[in-house]
Structures are given as C-alpha cells and as structure tokens.
C-alpha cells in the first residue's frame, strides 16, 4: 500500500507558481476522478483517477480508496491499463476487481494482489451475482457475414463490407456483423463454465451501442434473475426508432420476459431495490426521441403494477439511486443551469403524486451518485473553475465535504476567473440564463474581446460542467469573456424550454445566441468589435447559422463538427431517429420538412464574410466528413479566410491527448490572428 500525504493529492503534478493560470499542457496533467464503490462495510469509498501521458499519448486509471469519516487516501494500484471494481468483502474487506479484462483481488489496503482469471479471451462489462456463484459478462458474438473475408475465406487479403439494411455504422465504428451478447457463466475460483448467451443468434447489442457498460445488465438481489438493456430492432427498424427495453431473464426456468413492451421510448438504466421486491428505470415516451422527458418508472413485481414517480414533475432525471432502507430514491437532473441532487419519498406508497425534495443548491454540478453510507451520498461534484472530485452530501441538510482532493494543491496556485449568472430578455420576451466566464485578471475599466459560447446537443444540458477541450478558464486565462447562454433546448428550465428546439433549429434558439451576445455587448467592458463564435455539434451548425445573419456583429467563428447541409447530414449520419425527430424527417417527397432550406447553414453561404477556423473528425459518423468539408470549401471558394483542422482519427469528441493539444493550440491560433 502506498500513503498519500493529505486526502487524495494523489497526482504527481507539476507544480505552478501562485497566480498562474490554466493552460492546455496543465489542463492534460489534471487527473480525472470518477467513483466506484462505497465499500461493502459502508467505511471508504473507492475512486479511479485516470490520468494522461501526452508524450507517448495514452491513459493510465488507477485505484484508491479513502475513508468515509476522513483522512488520508490510498492508493491501492499502479500498474498500467484501467481498473474498476466487481465487488469488496464486508468481512474481510478483499477487494475483487477487472484489470485488462481478467478477474484480480487484493487486499482493502492493496496488498496481496493476485490474478484469478486467465481467461483466453478478455472480458468486459462483468458483474458478479450475489452469492457469487455466476458471472455476467458482455462478449461479441459473430452473427452476420458483412465483411469479405467472412463472406469468401479464401480471400483472406481482401477488406469489403457488403451491406443489405441500414445502422452499416454508428458513431465511429462500421458495422462488421458482430454483436455484443450479454453472457452467464457458473463462476468458481476464477474459472468460469457453462456458458449460456442469452441473447442467441439475434443480431442486437447489449450493452447498447455505442455508449452502454456493465449498468445495462444487473443482477437480481437473489441472484435468480439478470435484467438487461436492448433494442430488438435491426437495419432500418434500428436507425429510426429509441425503442429499447428491459428484459428479465430467469435463471431457473430459462425464459425471457420483455418488462417494458408496452413502453415505446427509450427504457434504461434498471436497478433493484435492497430486498428485490421492485425495479426502478428511466423512461421516456415517445419512440424516436431521444431527449424526450426522462421519467423515473418503478414496477412492483408482486402487483405487476408500473408507477412512473415523475410524471408531474417539471423537468428529467439524468440518473438516480435507491435509497439502502428501499423507501427512497434520490436523483440527479439539471436545474436552472446546474445540475442537482434530489430526493423522492414515499416511492411504497400508493398516491399517485410523490414528494419530491432538491437536496443541494449552489453552483455546481453534482453529475454521479457513487453509494451510499447511513445518512450520507457520495457524490462526484465540478463545476466551471474545478474538475470532477469526491463529496459526502448529508441527506438531512444538503451539506458537501470534500472527500478527494486530487487536483486541490494544482487548483490553489491557479489565478481563476470569476464565473457569474446572468439573465437575459430574448426577442419573444422570455428570461433566459446565461453564463459569464471573466478572465482571471478582470478589470472594468479595460475592453475585452468576447466570445459567444453555442452548445451542443442540442437538447444537451448547458451547466457547471468542467471540460478538457471546451474549458471555460483556459478560454478566460487567455484574457476572453465569454458568455454561455441556455438557450431554446436545454434541460433544467422545464420540460417545455427542453422541447422547444425540435423542428426550430435555425429559428428561436438562434435568436437566443444574437440575444445574449447582444446583451453583454452592451457592457463597457466588452470590445464590440472583437467578438466571437464558438461551438461543436449543433453548437457547430449555430456557428455556421450565423455566420449567414449576424449582420457583421461577430469578427471571427470556430465550428467543430458542425452540421452545414442538412440534406446531405441526413443520408450520411446514422442514428435517423433524431434527424426524424428535429429536422422533421426526410428532404425528399411532395411536402419535405421547410427546415432542409429554412435551416440549412448551406443555403445562407452567400451573406458569409467572416473568418472560419472549421474543425472534422474523419472517424465522425454523427455528423460526417462532408458536413465540414463542404463549409472549407465553400469558404475558400468565396475568398474567405479560413482553416481546416482535420484529426484523420478522432470521432465527434477529440479523445487522443497529443490530439487535444493540438486542438487547444490551432483554437487559441486561430483568435490570436483573427480576433
């Protein structure tokens, strides 16, 4: 075991001086916490902290575990490659755990580590029962003969895919006829048998594609049944519809039971209460919508009754938790531009209507429930000036306490800008929150150049988040304001400011932007002729919208994987449901949705005039190569400046450290020359 001095300054992280500010090399040596467990005897919490190796451009996530009444941290691994934890021991306290895809145990200091599995083929997504008697797992199974050299063995250098359907990609991977199964096994001593695939022969994925993990199959509490997440539609069924369910499937009699076949939308995340008596999951109503409300559903297996615990509540849950004595639930949903925890009581009792309490407040994101310890969560909690750490929320009153404190000691010797609310009229006379990001050095007295901040989604929450490439303070530290307004769209505003962007991309929601930037223009402090537009993914598409009516008010635009013509974004990107559901369906037939010409970026490129820096992932299958490509290339054709960053490797997100450098270095490039 390795003592940490102090509570989780875990990091090895090069020291600033006092007053320095965020830059993207100190940005990357950061190290990002995320929970795992609260141990069986309800004293530590364990934690991962990944961290980054720019220089031979990989991650390293290690293990460590810290007491719930306080004190130091330890580390309990070191080796390379990811770790997350199966399951601890009350008694004994042995930690069980999955490291490159084979079974370890250690002791509860990190002691005693020994290899149990060798299994010939790495796992993932496992899950002990338990009694640990089985295991769950998720492997890929070969289902259809796509490509070439299943198809014609013989030909064994040659590389085709042969499609007859559609979902032949999704997100940044082509579809190559294997599945992801989800598998049970009887598990002794690290030995694994009798393998049974619960979901043979069928061509559907579980975990879901592309995003799913070890939440979307769970145990039973009497280790009896395994509920798991999947979407039982393929080719064109698949790329237009949300429609996933819950299936139960028993370990005595061998049979399968859909639990939400009624429910149409998207059903997720199920977790037993204690005694197993009721399932509770996330719900949504309408098929083909994915940011349609999300409800908090429970099913009573003795009734068979459903109650959906939400219903009348304004707003959608992001995730939740039961409570250990099974008589409440506490949740997670974005508020007023933050993200907060809450509290449903009475969950057993027959009203319909339940009591529902916010917990916390202040600006902040609480954005993951970790466990539970008598009368206290444990939490993960960021916000704009701080990445993700460890808190102990207390039940009764809201309070947090800091539990890690991995990046405290690099965050202290930070000069941080200040980040305020601000409220802003939009032109059809609504209030809409914005946030203002101020350099660390703000003076009032000085003018500043000022950048507009357009998010993605577009029904993606606009809150306290900490990121490592849309990073707030690395924006300030390089002397911009910058002003992050929740527009038309988001969550945390009601369910109705959530739904109003669907089938209004260009319309309201770009009002919205002009309104905000418009409002902090008005500030003596802002330079009026040194503003800009940022964003990526429909914050991308916004960018290009204005640069076609901004009237001259922006000097400059950055556009990261952003949608420019929607026609062709529409017979290239793969998940049709949301291009069904927000542009309104296809371009084509006798009456096409007005919003292919009303709303299309393409079709404004004529009043374009303003410099472009556009940035495309080519491994980008959400919105494809051409979507960038076309808008460099329309610029450059119209005498415009503009720059064209394109990362040959990199998806709609940029995951490769030497990579996100880059991007920080070609972003701050770019406004150093054109604002």
């Known amino acids: 075991m390795r003592r940490i001095l102090g509570t989780g300054l875990i990091m090895a992280v090069t020291a600033v001086n006092a007053q320095e500010t965020m830059t993207p090399e100190l940005l990357w040596q950061l190290g990002r916490v995320s929970g795992e467990v609260v141990t069986a005897d309800g004293k530590n919490t ?25 004190g130091e941290a330890s580390r309990l691994t070191s080796e390379e490659g990811g770790k997350s934890v199966l399951s601890t021991d009350a008694k004994s306290g042995k ?26 083929t790495p796992l993932s997504n496992v899950r002990v029962s338990p009694d640990g008697k089985r295991i769950l797992f998720s492997r890929e199974v070969q289902i259809l003969k796509v490509h070439s050299k299943d198809r014609y063995p013989e030909l064994d250098k040659s590389d085709a895919y042969v499609y007859d359907d559609l979902n032949y990609r999704h997100w940044d991977t082509w579809e190559d006829g294997k599945f992801q199964h989800v598998f049970v096994a009887d598990y002794i001593d690290g030995n694994i048998s009798n393998e049974v ?10 975990p879901q594609m592309p995003f799913g993990g070890s939440e979307d199959a769970i145990w039973s509490p009497d280790s009896k049944s395994i509920v798991y997440v999947t979407k039982k539609k393929f080719g064109k069924e698949y790329a237009v519809s949300t429609n996933t369910d819950l299936f139960v499937y028993s370990l005595d009699s061998k049979k399968t039971l859909n639990l939400t076949e009624k429910l149409k939308g998207y059903d997720t995340s199920p977790e037993f209460n204690k005694s ?48 250990q004595d099974d008589a409440k639930i506490y949740f997670l949903a974005a508020v007023k531009g933050t993200e907060q925890l809450f509290e449903i009581s009475k969950v057993n009792e027959k009203s319909l209507k339940k009591p529902i309490r916010q917990v916390t407040n202040g600006q902040h994101d609480i954005n993951a429930i970790v466990g539970q ?25 809201g309070k947090l306490t800091a539990l890690t404190q991995v990046n405290t000691a690099t965050f202290s010797k930070l000069s941080l800008g200040k980040v305020s609310e601000r409220q802003i009229r939009t032109t059809d006379n609504q209030d809409m929150l914005a946030w203002v990001i101020y350099p660390p050095d703000f003076d009032p007295t000085k003018k500043y150049p000022t950048l507009l901040y357009c998010q993605g989604g577009p029904q993606s929450a606009l809150s306290q988040f900490y990121s490592f490439r849309w990073n707030f303070q690395l924006m300030a530290a390089n002397g911009y304001i910058i002003i992050a307004p929740n527009r038309r769209g988001m969550p945390g505003h009601g369910v109705k400011w959530n739904q109003a962007i669907s089938g209004d991309w260009g319309g309201q929601p770009i009002q919205d932007y002009l309104s905000a930037i418009d409002d902090i223009a008005k500030e003596p402090y802002v330079d009026k002729d040194r503003l800009g537009a940022i964003g990526a993914s429909y914050g991308g598409y916004s960018v290009f919208m204005l640069a076609g009516i901004h009237q001259n008010r922006f000097k400059t635009f950055i556009a990261h994987d952003g949608l420019f013509d929607l026609r062709s974004w529409y017979g290239t990107t793969e998940e049709l449901w949301f291009a069904n559901k927000d542009v309104g369906g296809p371009y084509w037939g006798s009456n096409p949705p007005a919003g292919y010409k009303k709303f299309s970026p393409i079709e404004l490129v004529d009043q374009w005039n303003t ?42 997100w940029v995951i490769g450290a030497q990579n996100a450098q880059v991007w920080q270095r070609e972003f701050f490039k770019w406004l150093k020359e054109t604002l």
């Not at 991962?48 to 009444?69: I, Q």
């Not at 310890?373 to 009153?397: C, P, R």
Request: net charge negative.
């Open 46 to 70: 364990i934690y991962g902290v990944t961290t980054y190796d720019v220089k031979e451009n990989k991650s390293t996530r290690n293990l460590y575990s810290v007491p719930l009444k306080g």
């Open 95 to 120: 930690i069980t755990y999955l490291q490159s895809g084979q079974i370890w145990t250690m002791d509860k200091d990190g002691g005693n580590k020994q290899q149990i599995s060798r299994f010939s």
């Open 197 to 206: 695939d619960l979901m043979p022969g069928e061509p559907f994925d579980c």
């Open 276 to 323: 197993g008596s009721k399932i509770a999951w996330l719900s949504m109503a309408e098929d083909g919508y994915e940011s349609d409300k999300n409800d908090l559903l429970i099913y009573d297996f003795k009734s068979g009754a459903v109650t959906n615990l939400t219903k009348e509540w304004d707003g959608t849950v992001a995730s939740f938790k039961w409570d």
């Open 373 to 397: 310890s008598g009368a206290e969560l444990i939490v993960k909690k960021e916000d704009m000036n701080h990445a993700a750490e460890l808190y102990k929320v207390a039940l009764s009153t």
């Open 611 to 652: 410099p472009v820096l556009i940035i495309q992932g080519g491994t980008d299958y959400r919105v494809p190569i051409e979507q960038g490509l076309e808008a460099f290339q329309a610029a450059q054709l119209k005498g415009i400046k503009s720059r064209l960053l394109y990362l040959p490797n990199e998806n709609h």
